[in-house]
């Protein structure tokens, strides 16, 4: 049975789905009032420990560093800070095996972006760049009162359990990227400029057989890769 870390529980919908399927589940919310109810409604299940304290706050080597397994992250979380979510969570990604979330549609698709397609951007390469991610399905906005306006889908992102790329290779890998993708009409070469050599990125298209105008939303995580390991 796996350990779970439940982001916003809320009224306890989820939570209770969760209690009797987890070993332990840590049932965060930052609604004193919510956490009160749902400690008064969990107080005789041992395995559900509710956490008054903002996700985004939550200091994960404090509850998790003396686990034996890697633990599963689920939430359904607020659409205006879902990267803040992610970003944080990946910083520990050595206690996570696996993240499920809730997000907005059109968030899920950039997050597994393929190549060549208009929502495949930097935020795209910096979640692949430590996580497999998928959509398992889509939801309609009509599934949640109240009802947003936009559609949702259910995303899971599976930790990457060894990295291509040291400390150092890793800060240059996301400055090139970020760069790359900061103006998203110009070729990787006008880009780029200033942070490579003409001649190393002449090295890297001769090498790996590319056009020598390509751009950086052609690129895949792997290209990327190749370009900071030159």
């Known amino acids: 049975m796996d350990?779970?870390?439940?982001?916003?529980?809320?009224?306890?919908?989820l939570t209770r789905l969760i209690a009797d399927k987890a070993k332990l589940l840590y049932a965060l919310e930052l609604d004193s009032s919510l956490c009160g109810a749902l400690r008064e409604e969990f107080k005789t299940l041992c395995n559900v420990k509710i956490i008054n304290q903002d996700i985004l706050r939550l200091d994960l080597s404090g509850y998790f560093t003396d686990l034996q397994n890697r633990i599963k992250v689920i939430g359904n979380i607020p659409y205006y800070i879902t990267t803040p979510i992610i970003e944080h969570l990946l910083k520990y990604r050595q206690y996570i095996d696996s993240i499920f979330l809730t997000v907005q549609k059109e968030f899920g698709a950039r997050m597994v972006a393929s190549p060549g397609s208009k929502e495949y951007g930097a935020l795209s390469c910096f979640v692949q760049y430590y996580t497999e991610a998928k959509i398992l399905f889509t939801l309609k906005n009509t599934c949640f009162s109240p009802v947003p306006k936009v559609d949702?889908?259910?995303?899971?992102?599976?930790?990457?359990?060894?990295?291509?790329?040291?400390?150092?290779?890793?800060?240059?890998?996301?400055?090139?990227?970020?760069?790359?993708?900061?103006?998203?009409?110009?070729?990787?070469?006008?880009?780029?400029?200033?942070?490579?050599?003409?001649?190393?990125?002449?090295?890297?298209?001769?090498?790996y057989g590319l056009d020598v105008n390509i751009r950086p939303e052609d690129l895949s995580r792997q290209d990327f890769i190749n370009l900071i390991n030159l």
Request: with cysteine; proline share 1%.
């Open 152 to 207: 949702s889908c259910f995303l899971r992102l599976d930790m990457r359990k060894d990295l291509p790329l040291d400390a150092e290779r890793e800060r240059f890998f996301f400055r090139v990227v970020r760069a790359g993708f900061n103006q998203r009409r110009k070729t990787l070469r006008n880009s780029l400029k200033g942070i490579f050599l003409k001649e190393k990125l002449d090295l890297f298209f001769a090498k």
């Open 3 to 13: 350990t779970v870390l439940e982001i916003g529980s809320g009224r306890g919908e």
